[in-house]
């Protein structure tokens, strides 16, 4: 069946470093594109960055760019994020998306908090 798992999530301090890593299977990996939401407490989850199926455009949200980073590896079906410069506003649940033609597959989420 299909299965996106995030991992990488945690507690970092302000100005700090993560790289959020999902992990595909059950699909063809390599066909979607596919992106980071994030979620915080009180508000509607949004899109932070896409990345095409082949790799070859990236996307990112205004508050995120320049400090976040989206990349795949079709080899390994993983999709990664690296997140720098972290700031507090930063702190919400973390989502993979894959989307490919009216299919949209979610994974599970992983926390984020930016506090000091």
């Known amino acids: 069946q299909v299965q996106l798992v995030e991992s990488g999530g945690g507690l970092v301090q302000p100005g700090g470093s993560l790289r959020l890593s999902c992990a595909a299977s059950g699909f063809t990996f390599s066909s979607y594109a596919m992106s980071w939401y994030r979620q915080a407490p009180g508000k509607e989850r949004e899109l932070v960055a896409v990345?095409?199926?082949?790799?070859?455009?990236?996307n990112y949200a205004d508050s995120v760019k320049g400090r976040f980073t989206i990349s795949r590896d079709n080899a390994k079906n993983t999709v990664l994020l690296q997140m720098n410069s972290l700031k507090p506003e930063d702190t919400a649940v973390y989502y993979c998306?894959?989307?490919?033609?009216?299919?949209?597959?979610w994974g599970q989420g992983t926390q984020v908090t930016v506090s000091s």
């Open positions: 998306k894959a989307y490919w033609r009216g299919y949209n597959y």
């Open positions: 990345i095409t199926s082949a790799g070859g455009s990236t």
